[in-house]
């Protein structure tokens, strides 16, 4: 057996509770990133379908952009991805961390 062959899972469990395959990922070419997308992407990632590294080359992010969703999903889930409510979900994660 080939030890340095990566088993990855055939679909992943989204964001939305939907099976997830390479298929229906958002496109290469997707330029629109809403909520439902970054947070498939992330749960791409974390559930071994695809690794950070093809995630970045398949949709041209950065490593720091692909984190701060990450970031995002973790402190405040979905709703932490709205663009217009960065800011209030930062402020919101800080003071909770100073108490």
Not at 4 to 9: G, H, L, S, V, W
Request: charged residues 25%; aromatic residues 8%.
């Amino acid at each position: 057996m080939i030890e340095n062959q990566k088993i990855r899972p055939a679909q992943v469990i989204g964001p939305l509770g939907e099976p997830l395959t390479l298929d229906s990922l958002p496109p290469p070419n997707t330029t629109r990133w809403v909520v439902r997308r970054k947070a498939e992407v992330v749960a791409a990632v974390n559930g071994g379908l695809l690794s950070v590294d093809e995630v970045c080359e398949r949709y041209g992010l950065t490593l720091e952009e692909f984190a701060s969703w990450q970031r995002s999903i973790d402190r405040s889930g979905m709703p932490g991805l709205r663009v217009t409510r960065i800011q209030h979900y930062r402020d919101l994660y800080e003071r909770q961390q100073r108490f």
